[in-house]
């Protein structure tokens, strides 16, 4: 639903014509998160109803981090631990140990995400 007819459902739910639940089906939303926005709408009137990221840029779909350090304990030379996270869930989708954070490890780490998960939406732009 767009927020128009959000509008409209909850001006209803606000005026005492329709109940929560059924607002709920009107938008085809769990009666939890009409709760949510309704207390938004109460607050901020029609702009609550404005989704929060609307003409916020997209988080990043994967990041990666440096980490130098002494992971083997002397036995073998300090390496990069390269990480992509799914900036969505906060989930570790790939980690590897690699020599530095170069072009080519990064390129070789970035290969492997691609052929796992396939291309991440920034690399649309």
């Given amino acids: 639903m767009n927020e ?4 409209v459902t909850f001006s209803k739910l606000k005026d ?10 009107i938008l085809n939303f769990s009666v939890r998160l009409v709760r949510k926005k309704f207390k ?5 009137g029609a702009k609550g109803l ?4 609307r003409n916020k840029p997209s988080p990043k779909v994967w990041d990666s ?3 130098e350090f002494a992971w083997f304990e002397g036995r073998a030379s300090k390496c990069t ?5 799914d900036d969505a869930t ?18 070789v780490a970035t290969h492997y995400y ?11 732009c």
């Fill in 4 to 7: 128009r007819d959000q509008l």
């Fill in 16 to 25: 005492g014509l329709i109940s929560q639940s059924a607002a709920a089906k």
């Fill in 40 to 44: 938004r709408f109460i607050e901020f």
């Fill in 50 to 53: 404005i989704h929060q990221r």
């Fill in 65 to 67: 981090e440096e980490k």
């Fill in 81 to 85: 631990l390269l990480v992509f996270i």
């Fill in 90 to 107: 906060s989930s570790i989708v790939h980690a590897e140990l690699a020599p530095s954070e170069s072009t080519e490890s990064l390129m």
């Fill in 114 to 124: 691609v052929e796992q998960f396939g291309r991440p939406l920034i690399f649309l």
